[in-house]
């Protein structure tokens, strides 16, 4: 079987690499024009254009792949390619690019989507995150044959997985990816001898994952300390959960949830003690114990390390004023 892949990321290299593994025979690969990364902002090469040029396979980079759009000059080379290519289906994982009509239909297989949730919860860019942030006990991976809507086509495969209590974004990224190049390689062997069947998403139970912004990271101590343990979770590795001390914003990596004790003073915010094991801050209920922080410019360090170079003392207020922040909930 002739297989186009599309992906960017690295939840996509590891599908590409799975592929490859099982034999499958990729004529083109599609991905996102190289982007200004590092220290230094040099063109960086995306993982799977890497892996696809470390296996020989022929790259397309269009910046769309709408023929009527702002770069026709793009989609019509990348028409060309995918035509050349002669595929019977297309894989698509993370690309970064919306899929036209003319795409969907081009492959006689149309085009399979690797999904890293249970669909029809968390459609959308940042399922793992979201999946994270609103303490969802499971997530997993959809395998979806890809219509024109936004992740709304039908169930391929799909398998569950749980989320771990100390599980962020980046670990369950990683158990995620590696379940998604396994159920792909799966569909694509099923799809050969016509196994696949299509069954459609439910109407009941839609939500979606929308993109993480930066602004999202700065905690607001108001909440809930099981929502802002959910939250600094789900923004490890980006944008990190951050606070505000004094002038200085510092991130938080890791804690524990130290008490359920409510604050009816409203001291949320507020240092109520700190030793070896961490830094205890009231919350809106309950309270948190910061166990891993990092300051500007420098490293992730335990508790007990940053106290070492940075002063604080119990009474201390992290963060500016609280304001309510609508969190996204498990139903």
């Not at 995620?176 to 396994?182: E, I, K, S």
């Not at 993480?212 to 939250?231: F, V």
């Not at 789900?234 to 944008?239: I, S, V």
Request: glycine share 8%; with cysteine.
């Amino acid at each position: 079987m002739r297989v186009i892949f599309a992906g960017t990321p690295e939840f996509a290299r590891v599908a590409l690499q799975r592929l490859l593994d099982a034999g499958f025979t990729l004529p083109l690969v599609l991905t996102q024009p190289d982007r200004p990364a590092g220290r230094g902002m040099k063109l960086q090469a995306s993982p799977v254009k890497q892996c696809a040029l470390d296996h020989g396979i022929a790259v397309a980079q269009p910046r769309s792949l709408r023929l009527d759009g702002k770069y026709p000059d793009d989609a019509a080379a990348a028409r060309e390619a995918l035509l050349a290519a002669q595929a019977d289906v297309m894989v698509v994982a993370a690309y970064g690019l919306i899929l036209p009509q003319w795409v969907l239909d081009l492959p006689p297989h149309g085009c399979l989507n690797i999904h890293a949730s249970l669909l029809p919860r968390w459609r959308g860019a940042a399922p793992i995150h979201r999946a994270i942030e609103a303490g969802d006990a499971e997530t997993g991976v959809t395998i979806m044959q890809m219509d024109a809507g936004l992740d709304t086509g039908a169930m391929l495969l799909m398998e569950r997985i749980a989320i771990a209590p100390v599980d962020t974004t980046a670990l369950l990224h990683d158990r995620l990816a590696t379940l998604g190049g396994r159920l792909i390689v799966e569909a694509l062997e099923l799809l050969a001898c016509g196994g696949l069947n299509p069954t459609p998403q439910p109407a009941e139970g839609v939500t979606y994952a929308h993109k993480i912004e930066k602004a999202e990271s700065a905690i607001d101590w108001s909440l809930p300390a099981a929502t802002i343990s959910q939250r600094i979770r789900a923004f490890d590795p980006f944008p990190g959960a951050s606070t505000e001390v004094g002038s200085e914003t510092i991130k938080i990596w890791s804690c524990e949830i130290d008490s359920k004790q409510s604050f009816t003073d409203k001291r949320y915010g507020h240092i109520l003690s700190m030793n070896e094991t961490g830094i205890t801050v009231a919350c809106g209920d309950g309270t948190l114990r910061l166990t891993t922080l990092q300051r500007a410019g420098g490293k992730r360090l335990p508790a007990a390390d940053f106290l070492r170079g940075f002063d604080l003392a119990p009474g201390t207020v992290l963060g500016p004023a609280p304001s309510t922040t609508a969190v996204p909930t498990s139903p």
